[in-house]
């Protein structure tokens, strides 16, 4: 007669191939996430800031997500040392097929999409195929671990199954100190994002400017003449000293802004094209005081024409 399922042992499975596919597939997240920072596109965008394209999710998930599936797995199987007759609760026969299946699955469409690119003659990229090979690896790992478990490998060799737990704890803590060795800390992408902000500042200041160039013909001789109570504006300051960004007026129609930054712009050029001319401004820095020139050409930014008054009725 089969043993009976206990409640004990269905949220107990439950509780593991949850988090087993949740850690899993943050955990593929995050080594996605490393290919495409050490291989950038340079067709997609990527912030200067790593951690604001999901890596800090990624992380989290992985870490709460994993360390739950291994002490719900060690739980587990200390209750089945305790009593073989949980070893044959349906409950565990059905999370062990459902991972051999979907990890199956994962291999099956993972080869597929290696194959269906390789017949339509796509390019076959570094980081492609990397990704390729991490889901193979992990999903080829998952089925060999539970079909193992299936057949009673595990239970006849305790010793081997706590150094692969182990060994899975401490690929666990490599990933996550690779992420911290590749993306920095959170304390320096905290700096990257200062950083980020001061450049929309300079942006945004460096549009005032222009605007007011064309309005007037001159450039304003301070960031204080760019305050208008009418639109609201009013030139912003550095966001960690909260001082004025410098400004100095170098010509008629050239000037420069400056900005103490607290790192070198990673991944990302801060070039943007200009809506007209295609005219790009590069915003690339280094760490320190640094100063971005700029010359107002009169024919992409001519004068703006006078608003005739509204003639009385």
Same mark, same amino acid.
């Given at each position: #007669?089969?043993? =009976?399922?206990?409640? =004990?042992? @269905?949220?107990?499975?439950?509780?593991? #191939?949850?988090?087993? *596919?949740?850690?899993?597939?943050?955990?593929?997240? !995050?080594? *996605?996430?490393?290919?495409?920072?050490?291989?950038?596109?340079?067709?997609?965008?990527?912030?200067?800031?790593?951690?604001?394209?999901? /890596?800090?999710?990624?992380?989290?998930?992985f870490i709460i997500a994993g360390a739950l599936c291994l002490i719900l797995i060690r739980v587990i199987r200390r209750t089945i040392e305790k009593d073989a007759t949980r070893a044959d609760v349906w409950v565990?026969?059905?999370?062990?097929?459902?991972?051999?299946?979907?990890?199956?699955?994962?291999?099956?469409?993972?080869?597929? /999409?290696?194959?269906?690119?390789?017949?339509?003659?796509?390019? #076959?990229?570094? &980081?492609?195929? !990397?990704?390729?090979?991490?889901?193979?690896?992990?999903?080829?790992?998952? @089925?060999?671990? *539970?079909?193992?478990?299936?057949?009673? +490998?595990?239970?006849?060799?305790?010793?081997?199954?706590?150094? $692969?737990?182990?060994? $899975?704890?401490?690929?666990?803590? /490599?990933?996550?100190?690779?992420?911290?060795?590749?993306?920095?800390? &959170?304390?320096?992408?905290? !700096? #990257?994002r200062m950083d980020e902000n001061k450049v929309q500042d300079l942006q945004m200041i460096q549009s005032q400017i222009v605007n007011y160039w064309q309005a007037k013909q001159a450039l304003p001789q301070s960031?204080?003449?760019?305050?208008?109570?009418?639109?609201? @504006?009013?030139?912003?300051?550095? &966001?960690?000293?909260?001082?004025?960004?410098?400004? =100095?007026?170098?010509?008629? %129609?050239?000037?420069?802004?400056?900005?103490? @930054?607290?790192?070198?712009?990673? %991944?990302?050029?801060?070039?943007?094209? =200009?809506? +007209?001319?295609? !005219?790009?401004?590069?915003?690339?820095?280094?760490?320190?005081?640094?100063?971005?020139?700029?010359?107002?050409?009169?024919?992409?930014?001519?004068? %703006?024409?006078?608003?005739? &008054?509204?003639?009385?009725?």
């Amino acid at each position: #007669m089969p043993a =009976k399922t206990t409640p =004990k042992d @269905f949220f107990l499975w439950a509780g593991a #191939m949850i988090s087993l *596919f949740t850690s899993i597939g943050a955990f593929i997240g !995050l080594l *996605f996430t490393y290919i495409n920072y050490a291989f950038p596109d340079p067709l997609a965008y990527y912030s200067s800031n790593p951690y604001q394209n999901g /890596v800090a999710h990624e992380m989290s998930i992985f870490i709460i997500a994993g360390a739950l599936c291994l002490i719900l797995i060690r739980v587990i199987r200390r209750t089945i040392e305790k009593d073989a007759t949980r070893a044959d609760v349906w409950v565990r026969r059905w999370a062990l097929f459902l991972t051999l299946f979907v990890a199956g699955a994962a291999i099956a469409i993972d080869l597929t /999409v290696l194959l269906t690119s390789f017949l339509n003659g796509e390019e #076959m990229t570094t &980081p492609f195929l !990397l990704k390729i090979l991490a889901v193979l690896l992990v999903a080829a790992a998952g @089925f060999m671990h *539970f079909w193992a478990d299936l057949r009673g +490998y595990w239970a006849a060799n305790p010793k081997l199954s706590r150094a $692969v737990s182990a060994g $899975v704890a401490v690929l666990g803590v /490599v990933t996550i100190v690779a992420g911290f060795l590749i993306l920095g800390t &959170p304390q320096q992408a905290r !700096l #990257m994002r200062m950083d980020e902000n001061k450049v929309q500042d300079l942006q945004m200041i460096q549009s005032q400017i222009v605007n007011y160039w064309q309005a007037k013909q001159a450039l304003p001789q301070s960031l204080d003449d760019l305050n208008d109570s009418i639109s609201g @504006f009013s030139a912003p300051n550095d &966001p960690e000293t909260n001082q004025p960004y410098h400004y =100095k007026v170098n010509g008629t %129609n050239s000037f420069s802004l400056c900005a103490d @930054f607290n790192g070198t712009s990673h %991944n990302m050029d801060y070039s943007y094209a =200009k809506p +007209y001319g295609g !005219l790009q401004e590069n915003w690339s820095h280094t760490a320190g005081h640094i100063c971005f020139d700029r010359t107002i050409d009169p024919t992409r930014y001519p004068a %703006n024409q006078p608003i005739k &008054p509204i003639p009385a009725q």
